[in-house]
């Protein structure tokens, strides 16, 4: 009967589902995984609506679905934010606990909307990271891509977790990690703790350095391919520096070079 309740409660076109796991990585960041409805289908690099009913009022925000479009769960990375009208309500979730899904899920971040190449890039900062965490787990980019270079930069190390855990968890998965082999490179950096790689990955591929680490060539617009997913600032910066190299920006209607994420931010 309790089901039969929250059934009639859904809003139209709006799933409930069942949160399966949380993992808080720091006062900002956490991770949770939630049932998947047989019927949902999305491209791995696509956001969904995700709500909470607060008071007797459904509220959303857009989130990554940051799980590949195989994972028969759905998990998602998020900020915490003391005052925001859903992640102050959102990060006491536990196992058990009910999340608003609206059904269409859709977003620039999916390998249909990059015309073909060698090389694909993806540039994270913070929770920016989500839509290439889905990404990295399927294997259709492996199969378009032959290298895959993830960058990540946050704060701190310790917001760089999640990131490591993900690469962790493929080397450790004995069919993806047969299929990513040695195509997926992880740059991570962080800006305000001392580390080995320290910078804004702007700054990095500006002076040079990033290139220098990985041993890679200057971007060729002919091979190479991006995906940019970070606050207002990152995505602007990130985008001047493929266009100064010759990459266009591309669309789910008009496939080019890097396309870009703007659901997130503001
Ligand atoms: P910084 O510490 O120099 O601001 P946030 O947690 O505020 O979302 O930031 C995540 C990361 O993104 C931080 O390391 C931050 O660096 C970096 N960042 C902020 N603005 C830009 C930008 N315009 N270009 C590249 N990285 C940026």
Redesign the pocket.
């Known amino acids: 009967a309790k089901t039969e309740d929250f059934a009639i409660q859904a809003p139209a076109g709006v799933y409930v589902e069942t949160v399966t796991s949380v993992t808080h990585y720091t006062d900002?960041l956490f991770r949770f995984r939630m049932t998947r409805p047989q019927e949902f289908r999305f491209r791995s690099g696509e956001f969904a609506m995700i709500g909470l009913m607060v008071g007797d009022k459904p509220v959303y925000r857009a989130y990554s679905i940051a799980s590949p479009a195989w994972d028969e769960e759905l998990e998602f990375f998020s900020i915490k934010v003391p005052d925001g009208p859903l992640t102050s309500h959102l990060q006491k979730i536990k196992p058990g606990d009910q999340v608003l899904m609206r059904k269409k899920p859709t977003g620039t971040l999916v390998l249909d909307a990059l015309v073909p190449g060698r090389r694909l890039y993806m540039f994270s900062?913070?929770t920016g990271i989500a839509p290439f965490a889905s990404l990295i787990r399927d294997p259709e980019t492996y199969e378009k891509f032959e290298e895959v270079i993830l960058t990540h930069?946050?704060?701190d190390v310790a917001?760089l977790k999640y990131g490591f855990d993900l690469v962790d968890e493929i080397r450790n998965h004995e069919f993806l990690n047969e299929i990513v082999g040695d195509k997926l490179r992880h740059y991570a950096?962080?800006?305000?703790e001392d580390y080995p790689f320290k910078g804004?990955?702007?700054?990095l591929m500006t002076n040079r350095k990033f290139f220098a680490d990985l041993g890679l060539p200057s971007f060729d617009p002919a091979i190479d391919r991006g995906m940019i997913c970070?606050?207002t600032?990152?995505l602007?910066?990130?985008k001047e520096i493929l266009e100064a190299a010759g990459l266009t920006e591309g669309a789910n209607n008009k496939p080019a070079e890097f396309v870009i994420e703007r659901a997130f931010v503001g």
Not at 189 to 192: A, D, L, P, S, Y
Not at 200 to 203: L, W
């Open positions: 900002r900062t913070g930069t946050c704060r917001e950096t962080v800006t305000r804004r990955i702007t700054d970070g606050s600032a990152m602007k910066d990130t």
